[in-house]
Each structure stands twice: as C-alpha cells, then as structure tokens.
Antibody, heavy 119, light 110 residues
C-alpha cells in the first residue's frame, strides 16, 4: 500500500530556510488524478494547507505563504520537497506530507515531523 | 481564505450518536461537493473518514456518515465507541490554491 515518509531537520534557526522531503513508497508519484501536498499543524492548533504539486511540476500555494514557499518534485526518486524561507517561531509545527486527490481529499498521510524554529 | 467553523467540542455516551457541524460559505462548502472529514488521535496523523461529502473510504466503519445542506456540512458518528474519541477536522475545496480546513472539534465519549 502507498506510504509517505517525511524527513529533514527538526530544528531550524529564525530567518533560515526550512527544508523537508517526502519519500513515496508502494506507488508512483507520477500517478494521474493526484497531487502531492504539504500540510502543517502548529502545536495544539488546527491544520493548514501549505501547497501542492502535480508530478508534471505544476504547483499551487496557499496565498498566505506563497512568497516564502517552494515545492518541487523528483519523479526519479519518487520524492517531493518543501522549502519555506525566512522562518519565524510561528512556523513551528508538525509538517505532514500527503497525497491529494484532484477532488481535494487527502489520503494517505505521512506520520508527520516536528520542526521547531529556535535559535 | 478563512477557516471553516466547527464547534470546539462535542460529546456523546457510548452507543449514542454525535453530530459535528462544519460551516463555510457559498464559495467553498456551499458551492462544491468536495467536503472531507479527518479523524486525528493525539500524536497521530489525520485519517480520512469521509470524502466528497458522504463517501466512505474502504475500512471506515459505516457508523461514520456525512451530509451537507447549504453552506454547512455535517459528520455523524453513530453507535459511539471509545476509540472514536479524537479530534475531527473538515475540509473543503475552494479553488486549486484555496483549500481550507475547519477549526477542529474534540469529540469526547462519555
């Protein structure tokens, strides 16, 4: 079955760039009808859609984060990545990667990775 | 894009039912039949429970059902079980870069 796994540093300094990678196993990232998405959840708070990418490279970003977000895909490695620049403490969150159906539902999800922004 | 509005908490006794509302606008919940619901236990990733308003993925018990009326979607959990105690989030499509989640509801099984 399809599985997703996030990886990357758990601690990032303020003003630096947060970088995470999601590795997809058990299926191809080049599947039609699906996007690949990043979603985050600050401690004790709700979910926030960050952005998504199609295997062709088309990207869609949350307007509130668009100026700082870059999502890319590497189909040869079956991976997609997130870069969030100029981070502050407000970007501290559990970051999830997931598969997004074109009809906007998310399944499955990775286990999530906590990224803390602190000096 | 503002978050969809959910009640902070809801509760029901074992075996009873609980219904959670998710209120949006005519630009998201009211316009698209692309509402989904997620269950999240503490420290775990969210799990898809309902998609496209009222469809259940395989493996999700039929105790979980979804509906929509106007700008408000609802998730009903019938025959509450202890393992249903969790946070629940709704989500709605509002355009390719305008997806939005609900504020979340903590369900307590009494």
């Amino acid at each position: 079955q399809l599985q997703l796994q996030e990886s990357g540093p758990g601690l990032v300094k303020p003003s630096e760039t947060l970088s995470l990678t999601c590795t997809v196993s058990g299926g191809s990232i080049s599947s039609s009808n699906y996007f690949w998405v990043w979603i985050r959840q600050p401690p004790g708070k709700g979910l926030e859609w960050i952005g998504s990418i199609y295997y062709s490279g088309n990207t869609y970003y949350n307007p509130s984060l668009k100026s700082r977000v870059t999502i890319s895909v590497d189909t040869s490695k079956n991976q997609f990545s997130l870069k969030l620049s100029s981070v502050t403490a407000a970007d501290t969150a559990v970051y999830y990667c997931a598969r997004e159906h074109i009809d906007y539902w998310f399944d499955p999800w990775g286990q999530g990775t906590l990224v803390t922004v602190s000096s | 894009q503002s978050a969809l509005t959910q009640p902070p908490s809801a509760s029901g006794s074992l075996g009873q039912s609980v219904t959670i509302s998710c209120t949006g606008t005519s630009s998201d919940v009211g316009y698209y039949n692309y509402v989904s619901w997620y269950q999240q236990h503490p420290g775990k990733a969210p799990k898809l429970m309902i998609y496209e308003v009222d469809k259940r993925p395989s493996g999700v018990p039929d105790r979980f059902s979804g509906s929509k009326s106007g700008n408000t979607a609802s998730l009903t959990v019938s025959g509450l079980q202890a393992e249903d105690e969790a946070d629940y989030y709704c989500s709605s499509y509002a355009g390719r870069n305008k997806g939005v989640f609900g504020t979340g509801t903590k369900v307590t099984v009494l």
